[in-house]
């Protein structure tokens, strides 16, 4: 009976931990068993590989609060110094025996470990295409097919807090949240938000974001807590904008093809606002140098990103003194959050008492149950993309250039074309979703929603023109209504007067019913003060499009006589003012009644004194 209970020599893992038994003296047959206590339980589950073809294996443990601990042990740790290799085990909490012999004994075991088992090793999360197309959360891979061991499954290298997390049923996020969304443009589009960033690598749209901008307690904060729950736990999803750009880059890496929010712009640095605009946009990190001082890689992503805050990105940078650029406005794009209806950025209250009580609903709602819908859109496109890429690329694009050849304004510019590229990808996601089972809405309504927010953001930039060309005749236009009798030599009087860092010449041009200013300027001051900060040579030639500078023999300037200056090479803008509709008795009666009206010894403003004439 004895003889049965003793343990077998080797190695033995146990539920008290990893042991090794072996006899008190190895020369004696009939000498007893010792046991060695190495480490509490564990299990090498998996051979590792990574991209760079670098091997290790995957190791399992619960830590000290219980929690399940997966470990990536690359290949160098078993061949390199053991010490490091202790210190990583300890650091996630699996305390191994502290005496050498063990430790050594601990060392064979890991190094003889042969899994058959696979598993590819990730840095990042979200779409992965190769020999298999998977999408990578931390807890799981969807579009993984196969049993054999070389298929495997992916594992998340720097697993850190899932905020992928899952409440409750689909069905029940359709009872309580989703349904609400319909007739609410704002909260169509935010839950449609929540399947579009993993849809940036199937069509080939680059990343980008939507800024719900309004007052406060407008809502636009509760729309963000919708979109977060399509895909996990509201509180662990969204985000706040007070970060560096630097820190948000490994965010930006965690959260690649899923959810970020980004709440209340209103608290981040107004210097760093543009820059991590176009960082997140841009889909790529600052390259670094490591210890060796070789570079580093940078970090990358694919992202869409929901933003919410009652400034908007133009107004936040302008509080640094700086200017909202082209790329910036379309990286970022302002959508008001009043929807129009009076209550903010709902529409629809669906019988709720208030705007204020439909929000909290909403949110108690979104924080009750969430994650479910994202997890039933990734388990279907990405099975379906593994299967078939080429027709899943190719009928996800066409849903979004539908969108596009409808909505998109004739003769818009490239950035408007890109906005509407986005809300229609935004679009095509929430109609996918639909047409899945996974929102419970009508069909159409994801797209009504994204149309409702295209128009609204185009009204409120004013055109479909180049933004930059936009801005920079507004500031020509600017220049000449603050300093048009300051910095521009009057042209006639046969005494003008003196005028300081002069930019250009004026001249008054008079008909019977009409009294207008003509500018000339200097082609120097037109490239470094009307349009500075801007493509002058652009906005010249958009100028004359429109007619607001005249052409001369097909170039945008002309050599012309400037008074005593003589012939000199200007741009010569279009007639300037609104026409004079008073009769010449009615001109000079206005006049009088002005001079009437002035000091003894005052002289009337020089704009009025042409009039006489």
Not at 14 to 26: E, M, R, V
Not at 414 to 437: D, M, W, Y
Not at 442 to 462: N, Y
Not at 527 to 550: F, H, N, W
Request: aromatic share 8%; hydrophobic share 35%.
């Amino acid at each position: 009976m004895e003889e049965q209970n003793k343990p077998t020599l080797g190695y033995e893992m146990k539920k008290t931990g990893l042991f090794y038994h072996q006899k008190k003296k190895p020369d004696d047959e009939d000498a007893g068993v010792v046991s060695v206590w190495l480490s509490p339980p564990f299990a090498v589950k998996a051979r590792t590989r990574d991209k760079d073809g670098l091997w290790g294996k995957l190791l399992v443990w619960l830590d000290h609060d219980g929690h399940e601990v997966q470990w990536v042990m690359d290949a160098r740790l078993m061949g390199g110094d053991q010490r490091v290799l202790w210190q990583a085990l300890y650091e996630r909490g699996l305390e191994i025996t502290a005496k050498t012999e063990g430790r050594n004994l601990l060392h064979r075991y890991l190094v003889e470990q042969k899994p058959e088992k696979r598993a590819m090793v990730v840095s990042r999360l979200g779409w992965h295409v190769g020999e298999q197309t998977v999408f990578v959360l931390p807890d799981r891979a969807y579009g993984v097919t196969g049993d054999t061991p070389q298929s495997g499954e992916f594992i998340y290298r720097n697993k850190v807090h899932n905020p992928y997390s899952i409440q409750g049923s689909l069905e029940e996020w359709q009872e309580h949240v989703g349904r609400f969304c319909v007739g609410n443009s704002r909260l169509v589009l935010a839950a449609s938000f929540g399947f579009a960033s993993s849809l940036l690598l199937i069509v080939g749209e680059e990343s980008g974001g939507v800024h719900l901008q309004g007052s406060s307690r407008s809502g636009k904060s509760t729309a963000g807590v919708v979109a977060a729950s399509v895909g996990g736990m509201p509180k662990d999803i969204i985000l706040l904008w007070r970060a560096t750009a630097n820190g948000l880059e490994t965010t930006c890496e965690e959260r690649c093809d899923g959810l970020l929010i980004l709440d209340e712009i209103g608290q981040v640095d107004p210097k760093e606002a543009g820059e991590i605009a176009y960082m997140i946009a841009n889909g790529k990190g600052k390259k670094r140098a490591g210890r060796d001082a070789e570079g580093r890689e940078s970090k990358e992503w694919r992202l869409l990103f929901l933003s919410t805050g009652e400034l908007s990105l133009a107004d936040k940078m302008a509080e640094a003194g700086k200017k909202t650029r082209a790329g910036q406005e379309v990286r970022l794009l302002d959508v008001p959050a009043e929807a129009g209806a009076g209550m903010g950025i709902f529409e629809n209250l669906h019988g709720a008492d208030s705007p204020g009580a439909f929000a909290e609903q909403l949110r108690w709602a979104a924080s009750e149950t969430y994650g479910a819908p994202l997890r039933g859109f990734l388990d279907q496109i990405a099975r379906a993309f593994a299967d078939d890429p080429v027709g899943i690329r190719s009928a996800y694009r066409e849903m979004r250039d539908n969108f596009m050849r409808e909505n998109l304004p004739a003769g818009a510019s490239g950035q408007v074309r890109t906005a509407c590229g986005r809300f229609g990808l935004i679009a095509a996601a929430g109609e996918i979703a639909t047409g899945l089972g996974l929102t419970g809405w009508p069909e159409g309504e994801a797209e009504r929603g994204a149309l409702t927010c295209f128009k609204a953001w185009l009204e409120k930039r004013g055109t479909t023109g180049d933004h930059d060309i936009e801005k920079g005749i507004q500031q020509v236009i600017s220049y000449i209504e603050r300093h048009g009798s300051a910095r521009f030599e009057e042209l006639g009087p046969e005494y003008p007067v003196l005028v300081h860092n002069r930019v250009g010449f004026r001249k008054c041009i008079k008909t019977e019913d009409d009294v207008r200013w003509q500018y000339l300027v200097l082609p120097e001051a037109w490239r470094d003060e009307l349009c500075r900060g801007y493509d002058s040579k652009a906005i010249a030639s958009e100028m004359l499009k429109r007619g607001l500078l005249i052409a001369h023999q097909g170039r945008s300037t002309a050599v012309l006589r400037c008074g005593k200056e003589g012939r000199l090479r200007v741009y010569q803008l279009a007639m300037w003012g609104e026409p004079d509709k008073r009769t010449p008795a009615e001109r000079r009666q206005d006049f009088i009644e002005v001079m009437m009206e002035q000091p003894l010894g005052a002289t009337a403003a020089t704009e009025t004194q042409p009039l006489l004439n």
